[in-house]
């Protein structure tokens, strides 16, 4: 049974750093994408960003680009979200997933089978 787990939430000031990981289990890890994802209060889930399967690229949306660095680690099975620099707007819920899909990049949500609880955010200003 696929299970995601994500760690590291919390608050933060503005400007300040947090560091999410993803542990997985239950998937062969090496085979999937991974991405982040994050839902705002009253807003809609967002792709925030993913890495392929050996770590090799990754792919982040605008809005984190140069903020954000997505690792990953297949001998822990584990996926991190490094974010410096971090603004108000960032603000959210975080979200792990994991995608079987073939190619690269896969921005949709609907393309991740597997999802964490997801983890807290908040930064303040």
């Known amino acids: 049974q696929a299970r995601l787990v994500e760690s590291g939430g919390g608050l933060v000031q503005a400007g300040g750093s947090l560091r999410l990981s993803c542990a997985a289990s239950g998937i062969t890890f090496y085979n999937y994408l991974m991405g982040w994802f994050r839902q705002a209060p009253g807003k809609e889930r967002e792709f925030v960003g993913e890495?392929?399967?050996?770590?090799?690229?990754?792919h982040y949306a605008d809005s984190v680009k140069g903020r954000f660095t997505i690792a990953r680690d297949n001998a822990k099975n584990t996926a991190y979200l490094q974010m410096n620099s971090l603004k108000s707007e960032d603000t959210a819920v975080y979200y792990c997933a994991a995608s079987s899909r073939m190619s690269f990049p896969a921005i949709a949500g609907g393309y991740y089978e597997h999802w964490g609880q997801g983890i807290q955010v908040t930064v303040s200003s």
């Open positions: 890495i392929n399967w050996t770590g090799s690229a990754t």
